[in-house]
């Protein structure tokens, strides 16, 4: 790719910054294909041609010979979340729009967020242009709800709100019809719920080979400690009045929403505050006005007067105070051992979509018992090294422990500099690691859960199916030069277990003095100028 001031396309030119800004993650990925599908649209935008290489052709006409997966449809069994959430269920999901309501949900174009891209590659992708927060408001496309017909384990929910969901998930699945969604059972009936639940969350997989990112993350977050969504699988048809009738989409990943349901169950309470934040600078001082912090915080609960006095006491703290009275006072805005675990976790498997590299992708908590702010993780789809605009393999197999974030990131760096939280922090980490990071037991997990994912992909690509063969191989390929920077469907896939073993080899070297491992000073990708 030339990169010398512009981007040639099909004989046309888009022009671009200069010098090119020091940063490559999903966003130049995701602007790339905005630009190609918008070219020339009107307000709407529709999704409903292509076909992704990882989807298989529809009409299907080998659809009748293949086995179909074991789907479960006995929700009305279950009882409570925890008995819904298990990966090893795969629920019947069944989606049924009218021509309107498929229109209705098309993403709408509003204005992009201006500069959002500035010199110092700090993304800025918070618009309040759009309903949400992240890359795809901040380039100007927004998701809109719709209403539909939800069969899901066997229940039936008329009227149930549906929209398609994610940011780079959705871009990258923007030429095809397998798009992450979600459904919300009580907008618009108030009550209404399925094991409690009321919000249904659908990854659909689409940069991870292994299909297990999700659920193997989320699980050592919570035997770490750390308050985490659980998961299941559910499989998809889509049914589209004059356009499609049972459209098996295939496999997704089905994540715990975090809402008041979730800090409830975590926490015994509804009433916390609760954010998801989107900014490179958590906690910058913006000024005494909530205003300026509401749209970058996005609260998820209804905050009062005080939780938002706290956002903004904090963020004067950690932007004004000295050095010796943010060691003195910090634990009193932060909860230092919810905080180390979560950031222990995020190192040892090189998680650098979110917290530790890009500012979004994670939640935020205000515990009202302590006055305190803690961490949950969120959208873990390429954790475990996976992520490919930050480094290449075998740098994130040798990621530094002692310097876990990417380039600059102020909040780590002054709680880094205190000696009690850095001390506690490695603490966390070795008892983590010793007692949970094990490559045995993990590889077990992914063997264990290997039959489940493989019966449910008959209805995806072949190509989808010999990649999640590939990444979960126990002799995966140690050549990661066609990974870097490198979604395409053609690419090696990526070996999980391989990661596993090899970064448990380097984070024992790091513990034992033996290595000082891979700090990642800048986002620009190695060896792209």
């Known amino acids: ?181 979600k459904v919300d059972l009580s907008k618009g009936n108030k009550g209404r719920t399925l094991a409690g639940i009321s919000t249904l969350n659908f990854g659909n997989l689409s940069v991870d080979g292994s299909c297990l990112s999700d659920t193997l993350a989320y699980e050592l977050f919570r035997a770490a400690g750390v308050p985490a969504p659980r998961t299941t699988f559910g499989h998809v048809t889509l049914s589209v009045e004059k356009l499609w009738d049972a459209r098996p989409l295939g496999l997704y990943v089905m994540v715990e929403n975090v809402d008041g349901v979730f800090t409830q169950d975590r926490f015994g309470t509804d009433k916390m505050g609760l954010f998801k934040p989107v900014t490179y600078d958590l906690f910058k001082y913006l000024g005494e006005d909530w205003a300026l912090y509401k749209d970058t915080y996005d609260p998820k609960l209804t905050l009062n007067a005080s939780q938002k006095r706290r956002v903004i006491e904090t963020a004067k703290f950690l932007t004004e105070a000295s050095d010796d009275d943010f060691s003195r006072r910090a634990s009193e805005y932060f909860d230092f051992d919810e905080v180390a675990r979560f950031v222990a976790v995020n190192s040892l498997i090189s998680s650098y979509d979110g917290f530790l590299n890009n500012g979004q992708n994670f939640y935020m908590y205000l515990d009202p018992r302590s006055n305190r702010f803690g961490l949950i993780p969120w959208d873990l789809d390429i954790a475990w090294g996976q992520f490919p605009f930050i480094g290449s393999l075998d740098e994130k197999e040798k990621a530094s422990i002692q310097h876990p974030w990417v380039a600059d990131h102020r909040l780590l760096e002054r709680l880094f500099a205190i000696p009690q939280f850095k001390g506690l922090y490695m603490q966390r980490l070795a008892e983590i690691f010793h007692e949970h990071f094990i490559p045995e037991r993990l590889q077990a997990r992914i063997d264990v859960l290997a039959p489940v994912v493989r019966a449910s992909l008959v209805n995806d690509s072949d190509l989808r199916l010999a990649k999640f063969e590939e990444s979960i191989r126990d002799n995966g390929s140690a050549d990661n030069a066609s990974r870097e920077g490198d979604l395409k469907s053609h690419r090696a896939a990526y070996s999980l277990k391989r990661f596993i073993v090899r970064r448990h080899q380097h984070v024992r070297a790091q513990l034992e003095g033996k290595e000082t491992g891979v700090i990642f000073r800048t986002r620009e990708r190695p060896g792209r100028k």
């Open 1 to 181: 790719m030339d990169v010398s001031g512009a981007w040639p396309i099909s004989g046309a030119t888009l022009p671009m910054r200069k010098p090119m800004l020091k940063v490559c993650h999903w966003t130049f990925v995701a602007v790339l294909t905005v630009v190609l599908v918008l070219t020339g649209m009107g307000c709407g935008l529709s999704v409903t041609g292509g076909r992704a290489p990882m989807e298989r052709p529809w009409p299907d006409p080998g659809a009748a010979a293949r086995t179909q997966p074991p789907l479960r449809r006995d929700v009305d069994s279950i009882r409570s979340a925890s008995e819904f959430y298990q990966p090893t269920n795969v629920w019947d999901a069944r989606i049924e729009l009218t021509s309107a309501e498929w229109t209705a949900m098309q993403p709408r174009r509003v204005r992009a967020k201006p500069n959002f891209n500035p010199p110092d590659g700090k993304f800025l992708l918070s618009n309040t242009n759009a309903a949400r927060n992240g890359l795809l408001g901040a380039i100007g496309l927004d998701l809109k709800w719709t209403t539909g017909r939800v069969e899901f384990g066997g229940r039936e929910f008329t009227k149930a709100a549906v929209r398609f969901k994610g940011n780079g998930t959705f871009l990258g699945a923007i030429r095809g019809v397998k798009k992450p969604l």
